[in-house]
């Protein structure tokens, strides 16, 4: 039996952080700079962003794992960000883009989450047999 979670979270459309300076969007012709985002399919060639679809889609980056996955429950449309590393010669991930009210949603249930979590300490002071004890929880 397959895992559904894992089935569903392995399924995301790509976009990558443009390496080169002189691409054009096939749609529009809109030129694209070095950095910008593009979408890339052999059938359809380099798109750019509002070309693709991904226009209305907030960046969020890389690096807040928790933040990530809040955001990626709630969004109705996940789309990753990579970059291509000359160094390392393979594409790395930069981020995703997600819904921005999906965004701001996962934002504030993180922020409510640290704030209950700064009234909680890891310690608890216990008294045993007359004296005060500090006890990990």
Known sequence: ???SRQDETSVHEVVWISHRGDEHCV???REISRGNLVQVNQRDGVRCVSCAGYDDLCFLPAGDAK?????T???SRV???V???SARKRHERQGILVDEPAYDAALQQAEAEAASKRGRSKFRVLEMD?????WKQ
């Open 83 to 85: 970059k291509w590393s």
């Open 73 to 75: 429950s709630v969004s």
């Open 79 to 81: 789309v990753v960000v």
């Open 67 to 71: 933040l990530t996955r809040l955001a």
């Open 27 to 29: 749609k529009c012709g």
């Open 1 to 3: 039996m397959a895992n």
């Open 130 to 134: 007359g004296e005060k004890v500090l």
